[in-house]
């Protein structure tokens, strides 16, 4: 595996966020680049997610790019050794813990349209549910972000609302969802105080 060359001073200052447009010097750390094609940078998870519908248009082209730009320099490099199986063994585990930082795997992750057709042929109480679960993830990566516990039924309410807009945003909620479904939906989150899983049938 080759390792990239650090960003020069001139670069680091220039570098936006592909979604805000948040210079890099201004956050507290560095962007992270998608980790399907290294192109694309962003300051959070949020804005790597609003982008994403732009960004997969160019996203499998840049990977195939980086693809064929890595295995024509693994043709040119000389020739080594094979590695003994311990050390190659340890060299995969450490790739597959590094994998695991990045925020997305957008080959592992099922496509918005594929999801919103599930939610479609669910009854409309475990769609609920399924939101209520999955904004514990949400809440935990922003409580990571953020260094700090979302707290006090105001703040969790506030952030379960920005979570079903970008849901909505994203398209992944199903054609019958409306106003008062995403009521309903607030009152089961706050009937299981915002932050407790729900159990589905």
């Known amino acids: 595996m080759t390792s990239k060359a650090p960003a020069t001073t001139s670069q680091i200052q220039t570098r936006q966020c592909g979604k805000c447009a948040k210079a890099e010097t201004s956050l507290k750390v560095p962007l992270k680049p998608c980790a399907k094609c290294n192109t694309g940078s962003y300051c959070s998870r949020d804005c790597q997610t609003a982008d994403w519908k732009l960004h997969k248009k160019v996203c499998a082209s840049n990977a195939a790019a980086e693809r064929t730009r890595a295995e024509e320099a693994a043709k040119s490099a000389p020739a080594t050794t094979f590695e003994e199986p311990a050390q190659q063994e340890a060299e995969d585990e450490d790739e597959d813990e590094d994998e695991g930082e990045d925020w997305t795997d957008e080959e592992d992750s099922?496509?918005?349209?594929?999801?919103?057709?599930?939610?479609?042929?669910?009854?409309?109480?475990?769609?609920?549910?399924?939101?209520?679960?999955?904004?514990?993830?949400?809440?935990?990566?922003?409580e990571k972000e953020n260094g700090e516990p979302l707290e006090g039924p105001e703040e969790l309410k506030k952030h379960f609302r920005i979570f079903l807009e970008n849901m909505e945003?994203?398209?992944?909620?199903?054609?019958?969802?409306?106003?008062?479904?995403?009521?309903?939906?607030?009152?089961?989150?706050?009937?299981f105080g915002w932050n407790g899983t729900v159990k589905e049938d």
């Open 169 to 191: 945003k994203d398209e992944i909620v199903p054609k019958w969802w409306d106003e008062s479904k995403r009521v309903k939906c607030e009152k089961l989150a706050e009937h």
């Open 110 to 142: 099922i496509p918005d349209e594929m999801l919103a057709a599930l939610l479609q042929k669910m009854p409309h109480e475990d769609t609920y549910k399924i939101f209520v679960n999955t904004f514990q993830r949400y809440k935990k990566d922003r």
